[in-house]
C-alpha cells in the first residue's frame, strides 16, 4: 500500500510559477512509476507529466513549460512555469505499483488568475 499527499496548489498569476510537491508513504519500493494528472471542472482527468525511472512523458500543451522530478522514491514534484488560466483544475498524484495497482493523491487546487 502506497499513500501520496499534494501540496504547493494555490492562487497565481498568469505567466507566473507553481512547484507541486508530493509526498509518498508506505510501501514506497513497490513503486513502478509516477504521475501529475489534472481535472479542471467539466473536464475528464488528464496526464500532465509521467516519470519512470529516469525517463519522463509531458502533455502536449504543457511541454516545455512543467518538469515532473525526484527527490527519491518519497519525493516527486511538478514546476510549473508561464502559467495560463487554462492550466487551472485539480492536480492529483498517481502512483503505479510493480502489480499493477493503482494509488491517487487527494489533489491539490491550482488557479491560474489575474
Known amino acids: 500500500q502506497v499513500q501520496l499527499v499534494e501540496s504547493g496548489g494555490g492562487l497565481v498569476q498568469p505567466g507566473g510559477s507553481l512547484r507541486l510537491t508530493c509526498a509518498a508513504s508506505g510501501s514506497i519500493f513497490s513503486v513502478n512509476a509516477l504521475g501529475w494528472y489534472r481535472q479542471a471542472p467539466g473536464k475528464e482527468r488528464e496526464l500532465v507529466a509521467f516519470i519512470r525511472g529516469g525517463s519522463t512523458n509531458y502533455a502536449d500543451s504543457v511541454k516545455g513549460r512543467f518538469t515532473i522530478s525526484r527527490d527519491n522514491a518519497k519525493t516527486v514534484h511538478l514546476q510549473m512555469h508561464s502559467l495560463k488560466p487554462e492550466d487551472t483544475a485539480v492536480y492529483f498524484c498517481?502512483?503505479?505499483?510493480?502489480?499493477?495497482?493503482?494509488?491517487w493523491g487527494q489533489g491539490t487546487q491550482v488557479t491560474v488568475s489575474s
Open positions: 498517481k502512483a503505479h505499483l510493480y502489480t499493477g495497482s493503482q494509488h
